[in-house]
């Protein structure tokens, strides 16, 4: 978002962010995961005026779903995703919208599952007190 070249532009992406979280899921949510991971004043600024307290989050996984998932080798993801979480890495970042990715979640569950770690949302792994009940 920090590479969109007006604020009119940011805004509206946050915007529509923000409306179908609402739409789709009743939430109103202060936690934003930037694309990219990029991070700028501008972003910051213009979260500000649409968020309450706006809080940045990253991933420490990444499936690579952007890179495999189009290809002849998706399973790739796998290997992505095993990688990272046995580097120590704990909040995965997965893209819905290529069907093999989605399809793959039951893998990524079970191997956190075996290897005893919980899966949470990231306002619980954050202890938020004013997260919502499971």
Not at 31 to 56: E, K, M, N, S
Request: proline share 7%; charged share 25%; glycine share 6%.
């Amino acid at each position: 978002m920090e590479a969109l070249p007006t604020l009119h532009e940011i805004n509206d992406e946050i915007i529509q962010s923000i409306r179908t979280l609402e739409d789709q899921l009743g939430v109103r949510s202060r936690y934003f995961r930037p694309p990219f991971g990029t991070v700028g004043v501008r972003l910051r600024q213009q979260l500000a005026q649409y968020i309450d307290d706006p809080y940045i989050v990253n991933w420490s996984v990444d499936v690579e779903d952007w890179l495999w998932g189009d290809t002849n080798t998706p399973e790739r993801q796998l290997d992505a995703f095993y990688r990272d979480v046995a580097g120590g890495g704990n909040l995965a970042v997965m893209h819905y919208l290529n069907p093999i990715t989605a399809g793959y979640l039951r893998h990524f569950i079970r191997h956190v599952k075996r290897l005893g770690l919980n899966i949470m949302r990231v306002d619980q792994c954050l202890e938020d007190p004013n997260s919502p009940p499971l």
